[in-house]
């Protein structure tokens, strides 16, 4: 159980104290290429825009807002077996 639930209700995970929690507008289409990035990547689309605006200000960006192994890549079918 987690310390911080002491009844053991579950709740909203505690944030991390070195990120803060943003809320943006974006144009219909900027967000559809985010969600895709995301998609292929294996990611989350805040991951994406964290990973975007690292890379526009020039800082590092997070090991976690990188493309996930294998994220591209579909499995080839098994051939049947005869």
């Known amino acids: 159980m987690n310390p911080a639930c002491s009844r053991g ?15 943006v507008t974006l144009p219909a289409a ?6 895709a990035l995301a998609k292929r990547d294996g990611v989350s ?4 825009i ?16 990188l493309p996930k192994p294998n994220s591209g890549q579909r499995e080839l079918p098994l051939a049947k077996a005869s």
Request: glycine share 4%.
């Open 30 to 35: 900027v967000k559809e290429h985010a969600y």
């Open 9 to 23: 209700k579950r709740g909203p995970k505690p944030l991390d104290p070195t990120r803060v929690a943003t809320t």
């Open 50 to 65: 964290e990973r975007v605006l690292c890379a526009a200000f020039g800082m590092p960006v997070p090991s976690y807002c």
């Open 45 to 48: 689309m805040t991951n994406i």
